[in-house]
C-alpha cells in the first residue's frame, strides 16, 4: 500500500514538510524550510536578504497550514490534521483551486529540485531528490519511476504542479504517485 492515498499524504508530511523530524508540524519546521530554500537557492550561499524574504514567506506559508491543518488550535499539526485539511482542500480538485499556503510550498519545491534553474526537472535532478528520502540500491527502479511521470521527458513547472495536485488530490493511484520516487510504505 506505498501508493494508497493515505500513505501518500503520510509522505508528505513526514519527508516534505516535518524538517525536523519530530513527527509533528509546526512554526519550527518553515523556519527550518527557510533556511533550508535560502542555501538550495543560492547554492550555497546566504544572503541575508534572500533569507528574510524565505523567512516572510515560510511564516506565512506556516500561518496559513495552521488555519487550514490545525484543528485543535494547539500549534502543531500532526499527520490526522493534515490529512483532514488534504480531504478539505485538496482531494478531487485541480491545482488551481488549491489553498494558497499549497501552491507557495509546491512552487518552492519545485525550485529546491530544479538545480540548475532551467525550468525543467531532468532525471538528474530527479534522482538528486529522490535519494534525499529514500535508500535504493539500484537505480534503475529511480529511472522506471521518472519515466513513468512523463514519458521520460523532464518534467517543466506546469507539469510538477498536475502532479502535485493528482498525488494530493487523487485518491486513484496515477503515474503522480511516483512524483517523489518510488515510495516506501510509512
Given at each position: 500500500?506505498?501508493?494508497?492515498?493515505?500513505?501518500?499524504v503520510k509522505y508528505v508530511v513526514?519527508?516534505?514538510?516535518?524538517?525536523?523530524?519530530n513527527g509533528i508540524?509546526?512554526?519550527?519546521?518553515?523556519?527550518c524550510?527557510?533556511?533550508?530554500n535560502?542555501?538550495?537557492?543560492t547554492?550555497?550561499?546566504?544572503?541575508a536578504?534572500?533569507?528574510?524574504?524565505?523567512a516572510k514567506i515560510?511564516?506565512?506559508l506556516?500561518?496559513e497550514?495552521?488555519?487550514l491543518?490545525?484543528f485543535?488550535?494547539n500549534?502543531?499539526v500532526?499527520?490526522?490534521?493534515?490529512k483532514?485539511?488534504?480531504a478539505?482542500?485538496?482531494?478531487?480538485?485541480d491545482y488551481?483551486?488549491?489553498?494558497?499556503?499549497?501552491k507557495v510550498?509546491?512552487?518552492n519545491?519545485?525550485k529546491a529540485?530544479?538545480?540548475?534553474?532551467?525550468g525543467?526537472?531532468?532525471?538528474?535532478?530527479?534522482?538528486?531528490?529522490?535519494i534525499?528520502?529514500s535508500a535504493f540500491?539500484?537505480?534503475?527502479?529511480?529511472?522506471e519511476?521518472?519515466k513513468?511521470?512523463?514519458?521520460g521527458?523532464g518534467?517543466?513547472l506546469?507539469?510538477?504542479?498536475e502532479l502535485?495536485?493528482?498525488f494530493l488530490?487523487?485518491?486513484?493511484?496515477?503515474?503522480?504517485?511516483f512524483?517523489?520516487?518510488?515510495l516506501?510504505e510509512l
Open positions: 500500500m506505498a501508493y494508497s492515498h493515505d500513505n501518500r513526514r519527508y516534505l514538510y516535518d524538517i525536523d523530524n508540524l509546526d512554526k519550527n519546521d518553515f523556519k524550510l527557510a533556511v533550508r535560502t542555501i538550495v537557492e547554492k550555497g550561499d546566504f544572503p536578504e534572500r533569507f528574510a524574504q524565505n515560510m511564516d506565512d506556516w500561518n497550514i495552521a488555519l491543518a490545525d485543535d488550535k500549534g502543531e500532526d499527520s490526522d490534521e493534515f483532514k485539511a488534504v478539505d482542500n485538496c482531494v478531487g480538485k488551481a483551486s488549491f489553498p494558497p499556503a499549497f510550498f509546491i512552487e519545491q519545485f529540485i530544479d538545480v540548475d534553474g532551467d525543467t526537472v531532468n532525471i538528474e535532478e530527479y534522482r538528486q531528490d529522490v534525499t528520502r540500491a539500484d537505480v534503475a527502479e529511480i529511472d519511476a521518472f513513468a511521470l512523463n514519458g521527458a518534467v517543466t506546469d507539469r510538477y504542479k502535485y495536485a493528482q488530490g487523487n485518491k486513484d493511484e496515477t503515474p503522480s504517485k512524483l517523489f520516487g518510488p516506501k
